[in-house]
């Protein structure tokens, strides 16, 4: 039986679809979202202005957007995956000579009704394109040198035009949501073992080249790598974020200090306290708690994505779901460890609780795809 | 087609397989992840508490009152005044300029100032208070407060600030205080965190430094809870601090003031004791100045002026400057003899004028000299020759023990700044200091209280007090501290000196000044009950030479000030009954009958009758001039008292 069979005779249709949603999914992200409504309100003087209600528009918004995405087939999806990596990867080039400068560097794209950061949308958009690729590619040709210059191609195109922004933080992680991708789909464990002995070369020769000529990184980007070893030692320069977010996360305690309660974030001892650095008001307020339970729901949402994953017999729904599940973990997961200050501080957000337009609609476009490939899967025949 | 299928089947369960290697990683993170939370928020939750309190409390200083100086009747001598002082913030005022200038209509702000303000307003956050002025007057508030609503962030701040009512009368004793220097710093007591309160005061000279710790008292303190910027939220908690210590000196704010106004222009200085214990009454050095321009911030043209007076007004002279003592030293040369039993009372030579010492003259300063003398003739009269004579039968030695037995050549303990030991000559200090032998001619002038012999007003006075009592009094300035006594006057002992010589002693300066031969004769009391006993000294600041000798000696009044003799009296009364002790010193006065004595007799009848004295108790010849210079000084006292209450 051939795909294009089982497809009609299996798949719902209609308002029928909703049914054969991921619920699970579906209500998890609305209780991250609410967490983060909830701490945008406090953050702001328990007060629903300026940023809660902004939120909360741009949740429904992107909402609509997933059950929107969702509804739509997948094989729709998959034959517009390399037109999406080429878009995306026109508007980086675009951001680089349009683009509006913040933070130090350029990373958003005006489109008048939408500023769009493309290097949110490039991360989904590799994942399609490597899901689609490898979906096409016969199996006997995975691991051959060869097929492997493609996707490497892929990877490098985004992860060069993001680097120039500069956005250190987002070119790894599209690297990393690239490899995580080509491992899954069964390239050789050797190609892995040669990748990371030459990532361990290359952060050697990166530190290395420091105040030699040739200095291969910025110096800001030197200084961040020092505080991060030691954030004690430039407690009001560079390391200010890491010392006052471990401060404010470590006296939180338990239970915490309460809702509006938290002096390092009401005070304003803590920087970016409603975007990149908002987990640490959530930890000061409400504790180990309030933390962990942030940590269980993004878990549980990493662990039915991935049941649907293996249960999805199609392999680009299955690659596109392992490929939104990683680039979602890679979020939090990156974002966590920097304020609790295990990984150096990068612009990346708290998946569904930061204040901001383009993570929040990416995060739930992809969602949307991972949806469509659920709902779309091929069911009861094989 | 089924062949597609198997392949399927294969891949995807190696897509599964790492789908779920994945998975496995990915769970691992996340417990790293908990388990650090835990970490920071279970094991070092309070270690981190206390560092979210560090970031968020700030802990300000209150500055304690200082404590206040009274005199032996409990007026008052330096005291804290609330004190206004303006402050802007400029977030609140917007534009600066504007605001100083709506306020330079209504107060007088100096060109300084206002650009000091701008330049503060410019570097420090702008929600902090600037002060604009301080020290204003009720008025000036007053004009403020009308027109608030035209100086938006213009508020008036309330403060305590030093005040010496009694204006320049105690300003060598009680000195004054002033904002910390890096010098106050360095003097050891770095770590207080008080001396950082902006604008904090300490004790620059006198009482005021010598009782900065017992005066300054101890910080209150602020908890206020504070944001990144350090803008203050809301208070926390608040701990008033101790106030300092009040102090009770032994002076009589009356008599220094009389003293301070006696001594008028003159480059002068007095101390008067209570001979018996050694309080002392009254202690001024003049001319003087206002202490209270120095706590406001004296400006450079006042300072430069005191700096650069002639008659020094900065310098305490009862306590920090030496004089040769001239003949008021007889007094320790001839108890030295007394005591080694070189002479009697009733012995006696003949001064002549001058005489011969290893080949050198030394002259009497009476031309054709004395006649016979005996010891007390001799010190009423006060022959030098006579002296010369002993001095070499008596020897350095012996002068230097009697000098130091009468308290010369010691470093008297009171609270008072810059207080100098003075200088008693003898064979090693010559040997050290020289680097010569003692000679001979060296006795024969320390014997007349010239050549080495340095003393301040302060140790004459202490010698006229146990020549008085025959106690071995020290000076004591600090009555009590907090009410509580700060010296047991029980405890003085007997001076170890035979008291019958010091009878003699005392018969000789009554006849200095009450027998018609005698050198303050001219400056008697008449009234039995008050009479006084003293030695005049008139101490030579340049060598006369022979030529000059020749040609009569230029008198005092010819020479340049500089050049003039110090003219100095010592001197007890009541004589029968002594109860105080009197040192004056005349800086290039002249002759001390002259300049001093009256000086010192003045002052005596002031401190014994606790007020003006009548006039009957002055020689019927001197009762006009001294009628006519009591109205003098009642004026100018009077007017003081009019500033003093007013301050008070």
């Given at each position: 039986m051939t795909y294009l069979e089982y497809k009609i005779r299996a798949v719902p249709r209609g308002f029928r679809k909703l049914f054969y949603l991921n619920w699970p999914i579906i209500?998890?992200?609305?209780?991250?979202?609410?967490?983060?409504?909830?701490?945008?309100?406090?953050?702001?003087?328990?007060?629903?202005?300026?940023?809660?209600?902004?939120?909360?528009?741009?949740?429904?918004?992107?909402?609509?957007?997933?059950?929107?995405?969702?509804?739509?087939?997948?094989?729709?999806?998959?034959?517009?995956?390399?037109?999406?990596?080429?878009?995306?990867?026109?508007?980086?080039?675009?951001?680089?000579?349009?683009?509006?400068?913040g933070m130090g560097a350029q990373r958003w794209l005006d489109l008048g009704f939408i500023t769009l950061q493309p290097s949110e949308m490039a991360k989904i958009t590799l994942i399609m394109v490597l899901a689609f690729y490898y979906d096409w590619l016969p199996d006997q040709h995975i691991s051959k040198p060869q097929w492997i210059i493609a996707p490497l191609a892929l990877i490098f195109l985004p992860f060069f035009l993001v680097l120039q922004q500069p956005d250190l933080g987002t070119a790894l992680l599209i690297v990393l949501g690239g490899g995580v991708m080509m491992f899954l789909a069964g390239v050789h464990w050797g190609y892995f073992g040669a990748a990371l002995s030459f990532g361990v070369g290359g952060i050697f020769t990166i530190l290395y080249s420091r105040g030699k000529d040739w200095q291969l990184l910025n110096d800001y980007q030197y200084r961040r790598i020092d505080t991060f070893l030691d954030p004690s030692s430039d407690p009001l320069g560079a390391g200010y974020h890491i010392t006052q977010s471990k401060i404010a996360l470590g006296s939180g305690g338990w239970t915490g200090r309460g809702f509006g309660q938290g002096t390092q974030s009401r005070l304003n001892f803590l920087p970016e306290k409603h975007t990149d650095f908002i987990f640490t008001t959530l930890a000061e307020e409400f504790g180990f708690v309030g933390g962990i339970s942030l940590l269980i729901i993004y878990s549980l949402i990493v662990a039915f994505a991935i049941i649907a994953a293996v249960r999805n017999k199609d392999r680009f729904s299955s690659l596109l779901i392992y490929g939104v599940t990683v680039t979602f973990f890679l979020y939090f997961a990156v974002n966590m460890a920097m304020v609790m200050g295990l990984a150096p501080v990068v612009g990346v957000p708290l998946p569904l609780v930061s204040y901001g337009g383009s993570s929040l609609l990416v995060l739930l476009v992809a969602f949307g795809l991972l949806q469509s490939a659920h709902v779309h899967k091929p069911r009861g025949v094989i | 087609m089924a062949d597609r299928i198997q392949l399927n089947q294969k891949s995807y369960a190696k897509l599964s397989r790492r789908g779920l290697i994945l998975g496995g990683l990915q769970t691992a993170f996340i417990a790293g992840l908990a388990f650090r939370m835990r970490k920071l928020q279970v094991e070092e939750a309070s270690e981190y508490r206390l560092l979210a309190d560090e970031n968020r409390i700030n802990i300000r200083l209150i500055a304690p009152a200082r404590g206040e100086v009274y005199d032996r009747n409990?007026?008052?001598?330096?005291?804290?005044?609330?004190?206004?002082?303006?402050?802007?913030?400029?977030?609140?005022?917007?534009?600066?300029?504007?605001?100083?200038?709506?306020?330079?209509?209504?107060?007088?702000?100096?060109?300084?100032?206002?650009?000091?303000?701008?330049?503060?307003?410019?570097?420090?956050?702008?929600?902090?208070?600037?002060?604009?002025?301080?020290?204003?007057?009720?008025?000036?508030?007053?004009?403020?407060?009308?027109?608030?609503?035209?100086?938006?962030?213009?508020?008036?701040?309330?403060?305590?600030?030093?005040?010496?009512?009694?204006?320049?009368?105690?300003?060598?004793?009680?000195?004054?205080?002033?904002?910390?220097?890096?010098?106050?710093?360095?003097?050891?007591?770095?770590?207080?965190?008080?001396?950082?309160?902006p604008r904090f005061q300490v004790g620059k000279v006198g009482v005021e430094k010598h009782f900065e710790d017992t005066l300054r008292g101890s910080a209150g303190v602020m908890k206020v809870e504070v944001n990144a910027l350090g803008r203050v939220m809301r208070n926390l908690d608040r701990t008033e601090g101790k106030p300092g210590n009040n102090i009770q000196l032994t002076v009589d704010t009356e008599l220094q003031s009389y003293i301070q106004a006696r001594l008028g222009s003159e480059s002068a200085s007095?101390?008067?004791?209570?001979?018996?214990?050694?309080?002392?009454?009254?202690?001024?050095?003049?001319?003087?100045?206002?202490?209270?321009?120095?706590?406001?911030?004296?400006?450079?043209?006042?300072f430069n002026e005191l700096r650069d007076n002639e008659f020094r007004p900065l310098a305490s002279k009862t306590v920090q400057d030496a004089y040769p003592p001239g003949s008021t030293f007889k007094i320790v040369t001839a108890l030295a003899a007394l005591e080694a039993k070189i002479i009697g009372p009733k012995d006696s030579f003949s001064c002549n004028g001058k005489m011969e010492v290893s080949n050198r003259f030394f002259h009497c300063w009476k031309k054709g000299g004395h006649g016979e003398m005996d010891l007390a003739k001799s010190l009423s009269e006060s022959c030098d020759v006579y002296f010369y004579e002993l001095a070499l039968k008596v020897g350095i030695d012996r002068i230097n023990e009697m000098a130091t037995k009468l308290g010369l050549g010691i470093k008297h303990d009171i609270p008072m700044s810059a207080i100098t030991k003075g200088l008693v000559p003898s064979r090693e200090w010559k040997l050290s200091n020289r680097n010569q032998e003692w000679l001979v001619g060296d006795t024969v002038n320390a014997a007349i209280g010239q050549g080495y012999v340095l003393s301040s007003p302060l140790q004459l006075a202490v010698m006229a007090a146990r020549l008085a009592s025959g106690r071995n009094v020290k000076p004591i300035l600090t009555k009590s501290i907090n009410g509580k006594n700060f010296y047991n006057s029980k405890s003085i002992e007997n001076l170890d000196i035979e008291k019958s010589y010091l009878k003699i002693i005392r018969k000789a300066l009554f006849e200095a000044s009450n027998d018609r031969r005698g050198t303050a004769y001219g400056s008697r009391v008449i009234d039995d009950a008050y009479r006084m006993a003293g030695k005049t000294g008139t101490s030579q600041v340049r060598n006369i030479t022979d030529a000059e000798r020749e040609n009569g000696v230029t008198k005092n009044e010819d020479l340049p000030w500089k050049r003039r003799d110090h003219g100095l009296f010592i001197n007890f009364a009541p004589y029968?009954?002594?109860?105080?002790?009197?040192?004056?010193?005349?800086?290039?006065?002249?002759?001390?009958?002259?300049?001093?004595?009256?000086?010192?007799?003045?002052?005596?009848?002031?401190?014994?009758?606790?007020?003006?004295?009548?006039?009957?108790?002055?020689?019927?010849?001197?009762?006009?001039?001294?009628?006519?210079?009591?109205?003098?000084?009642?004026?100018?006292?009077?007017?003081?008292?009019?500033?003093?209450?007013?301050?008070?």
């Open positions: 209500l998890l992200l609305c209780a991250a979202g609410a967490i983060g409504i909830i701490m945008l309100t406090s953050i702001a003087g328990n007060s629903w202005y300026p940023w809660a209600s902004a939120q909360l528009k741009r949740f429904f918004i992107g909402f609509a957007l997933m059950i929107s995405v969702a509804m739509v087939p997948i094989w729709f999806w998959k034959s517009m995956s390399v037109l999406a990596y080429i878009t995306s990867l026109g508007l980086l080039v675009l951001v680089e000579f349009f683009g509006s400068t | 409990g007026k008052i001598i330096a005291r804290n005044e609330q004190s206004f002082r303006i402050t802007v913030v400029k977030e609140d005022a917007g534009n600066i300029e504007q605001t100083l200038y709506s306020l330079s209509n209504l107060i007088k702000i100096s060109q300084r100032d206002a650009t000091r303000v701008i330049k503060e307003t410019k570097r420090s956050a702008p929600f902090l208070p600037v002060t604009i002025r301080d020290q204003l007057s009720f008025e000036e508030i007053a004009r403020i407060a009308a027109n608030t609503p035209n100086l938006p962030g213009v508020s008036v701040e309330q403060g305590l600030s030093r005040v010496y009512p009694s204006f320049e009368s105690y300003a060598h004793v009680v000195g004054y205080v002033g904002p910390v220097s890096d010098n106050d710093l360095k003097r050891g007591n770095k770590n207080n965190p008080l001396l950082k309160i007095a101390v008067v004791m209570n001979c018996k214990n050694g309080e002392i009454l009254g202690i001024a050095s003049s001319p003087s100045y206002d202490p209270n321009k120095f706590v406001r911030g004296i400006s450079y043209s006042d029968n009954k002594p109860k105080i002790a009197v040192a004056v010193v005349v800086e290039h006065g002249g002759a001390g009958s002259k300049s001093a004595a009256p000086i010192a007799r003045d002052i005596t009848l002031q401190a014994l009758f606790k007020g003006k004295p009548p006039l009957e108790v002055y020689p019927a010849k001197d009762r006009m001039a001294v009628l006519e210079q009591q109205n003098k000084l009642g004026k100018v006292l009077k007017e003081l008292e009019m500033f003093r209450k007013n301050k008070v």
